[in-house]
């Protein structure tokens, strides 16, 4: 297993994991930058601070109750809806390629692309910001036209990678597409 460290579109610190089971099997995983435990404490007694300054002036005390109600019910829901850790390509040559986001909570979510409907993997760019950003996508063939893309699946949408992180995954998910074409003809 080989372990790069890359910058995500923002700046942040990501990790690429590479792991080849074989010559037609690949698995690589994104890493994001963990919760950072100074930001949830900031940011959780600012909440407070601001629900204490609203129980000084009305003197009731449901709002310091509901304020630590909603924190706490905000943080579940954002460790098992939003805060992804890690997001996971595995392609494997003659079945197709599953892609994996683990959340904070532990919580799973795998979608598989069987290799017959794959078209082709590409790296996109798009305008966000004032700013070019690159994103790895899957193209998915159009059953009725052979020619014809009928969906995009962008990959990586929570960590962001860079340029220089997408080609790595772009050339390793090319050579796998590139053995399927040529075991094919």
Not at 44 to 57: K, Q
Not at 59 to 85: C, P, Q, R, W
Not at 158 to 167: A, G, T, V
Request: proline share 3%.
């Amino acid at each position: 297993m080989e372990e790069r460290r890359y910058r995500s579109a923002s700046g942040a610190r990501i990790a690429l994991r590479r792991r080849q089971h074989s010559a037609s099997c690949r698995e690589l995983a994104v890493r994001c930058p963990r919760l950072r435990l100074r930001s949830l404490s900031a940011a959780t007694s600012a909440a407070w601070l601001a629900a204490y300054g609203l129980f000084v002036l009305t003197e009731n005390s449901m709002v310091l109750s509901a304020a630590i109600i909603i924190t706490l019910v905000g943080l579940i829901m954002y460790l098992h809806f939003v805060k992804i850790d890690q997001e996971s390509l595995l392609v494997i040559g003659s079945l197709g390629i599953q892609v994996t986001s683990s959340y904070a909570s532990g919580k799973e979510s795998t979608t598989f692309i069987e290799m017959s409907q794959v078209k082709d993997v590409v790296i996109n760019e798009a305008i966000h910001m004032q700013k070019v950003i690159y994103y790895l996508c899957i193209l998915l063939q159009d059953p009725g036209d052979p020619q014809g893309v009928s969906e995009v699946v962008p990959l990586f949408q929570s960590s962001k990678p860079r340029l220089d992180c997408l080609i790595e995954v772009y050339k390793s998910c090319q050579e796998i597409l590139e053995q399927r074409k040529t075991q094919s003809s």
